[in-house]
């Protein structure tokens, strides 16, 4: 074909290709009709359609409590209700949905907040049952943890709740971190060596404490029945992700380096673990303990310097009509040296009295009962959290707090702080060693109400029973 000719040809089948309507290109699914200008802003052919928004699928009621005043803010329970609803009193309005109503019921001042929270107060609650649980093998336990992702405030303590069956262990392992332990069931066997090769070995049952020094080696094992614990550590960014293990201790080293370091053939190492165990099951630790206490020239641990304390045989540090509060710090657990924790048990109607702490951020986990926290945070900042089994709670020092039960059941956490001793200030205590005029003057109270403040501190106060 001459050139001419091609080239028409071509100019031609282009021509024709450029011809063919657009809608023929365009990928399956793109709209082809353009968009109507009469759609974009007003227009007055765009009538307007009212509805009846008030109207919630299902109706709702209002609980007792939610048509008080809303600086009242009594606790609301709406676990009898359908479609519970922002309103406190003259505040809030209807919700017709969508929404998940379990939320709502488990965080009901969230949904409809007392009167007296303002502004805003940095999260300080959540449920470990939203972490990622990380499980061992062969069913020999599980983790879930708590650091900064998702309380971004507490940057000074992180927590890890642990579950070991009988015979599973938390492999051989140290930490950055300080680990400070607390047994909700169960018992289990805790082992350890330090720095001058002193051995520590015990067993512990519920409600005792244990606590390992920054990098002290050692490991947990389940005792017949499992164990399931609490761990905190001195540290919000703290991760279980970032445990130092003997596992790849040993898989992380050539073999040749290993033979060398313990004189040992190359074939020693054939069936070691490939890398990390974490949790596993292993043979059942032996009921006789002394087969397990294994001393070199170095002897044991001093009891001076132990690594566990026997807090299930102490009896509460302070006892009172609306509760218990038991004391663990550096005075009683002194290789603890800066941890001091409480656990609280707070009867149906009491509250943890309004306080704060001078000198050290609050971490908290609730072991049983329905409980909510109200802190105030300067400046003119407010707000009230719910918790539940199994919640975290963070306090920043010098925030007052309160931990009021609002339920049937009594309520049992424990409050863990960056201390050398256990203390707090009371706002009750505080107004009673202020002079009354000062006390009347700046918030305007009677004579006979200031003349009633107490001079020594509460703890836990007993109010009425939320009904």
């Known amino acids: 074909m001459a050139p001419s000719i091609l080239f028409k040809s071509i100019t031609l089948t282009l021509t024709s290709l450029l011809s063919i309507p657009h809608v023929l290109s365009a990928p399956t699914g793109t709209p082809t009709i353009p968009s109507q200008p009469s759609l974009l802003g007003y227009n007055p052919s765009n009538t307007v359609i009212n509805q009846d928004t008030d109207q919630v699928p299902g109706g709702y009621t209002l609980v007792p409590g939610q048509t008080d005043s809303a600086t009242v803010g009594a606790y609301l329970d709406f676990n009898n209700v359908k479609n519970p609803q922002p309103i406190r009193g003259s505040k809030g309005g209807v919700d017709s949905g969508p929404q998940t109503q379990e939320y709502s019921r488990l965080n009901p001042d969230k949904l409809a907040p007392p009167g007296t929270d303002h502004g805003a107060v940095k999260n300080a609650q959540w449920p470990l049952g939203l972490s990622h649980a990380k499980l061992g093998l062969n069913r020999a336990g599980w983790s879930r943890q708590q650091n900064v992702d998702n309380i971004p405030a507490a940057t000074e303590m992180a927590g890890v709740n642990m579950r070991l069956e009988e015979g599973g262990y938390r492999e051989l392992h140290w930490h950055k971190a300080a680990e400070w332990a607390y047994i909700f069931a169960g018992s289990v066997r805790i082992q350890a060596m330090n720095d001058d090769g002193q051995t520590f070995v015990d067993d512990l049952n519920a409600g005792d404490v244990w606590y390992f020094p920054p990098g002290i080696p050692h490991s947990l094992q389940g005792l017949a029945g ?57 043979t059942k630790a032996p009921a006789d303990i002394s087969k397990q206490n294994v001393t070199g020239s170095g002897g044991i641990v001093p009891l001076a310097k132990s690594y566990s304390y026997h807090l299930s045989k102490q009896a509460p540090t302070f006892s009172v009509d609306g509760g218990s509060i038991k004391i663990i710090d550096p005075t009683t657990f002194p290789i603890a040296a800066k941890f001091s924790a409480a656990v609280v048990t707070i009867k149906p109607g009491a509250i943890r009295e309004i306080h704060w702490h001078t000198s050290s951020d609050e971490w908290n986990f609730f072991i049983a009962g329905k409980a909510r926290i109200g802190i105030y945070a300067a400046a003119n900042a407010a707000q009230t959290f719910d918790y539940n089994p199994g919640d975290c709670g963070y306090i920043p020092k010098s925030m007052t707090h309160y931990v009021e039960n609002v339920g049937k059941d009594d309520v049992v956490f424990i409050e863990v702080l960056q201390a050398d001793h256990f203390s707090d200030i009371s706002v009750g205590q505080w107004v009673g060693l202020t002079p009354p005029q000062i006390v009347a003057d700046t918030l305007n109270l009677t004579n006979s109400t200031v003349s009633s403040f107490k001079k020594e501190k509460q703890y836990i106060v007993q109010g009425d029973v939320v009904n």
């Open 226 to 282: 499992g164990v399931e614990f609490l761990l905190v550590f001195d540290d919000g960014s703290f991760s279980e992700d970032n445990t130092f293990l003997a596992s790849e201790v040993f898989a992380r080293n050539p073999k040749e380096i290993l033979s060398k370091n313990f004189k040992l053939p190359l074939s020693a190492w054939d069936n070691i673990p490939p890398g990390e165990l974490f949790i596993f099951p292993g």
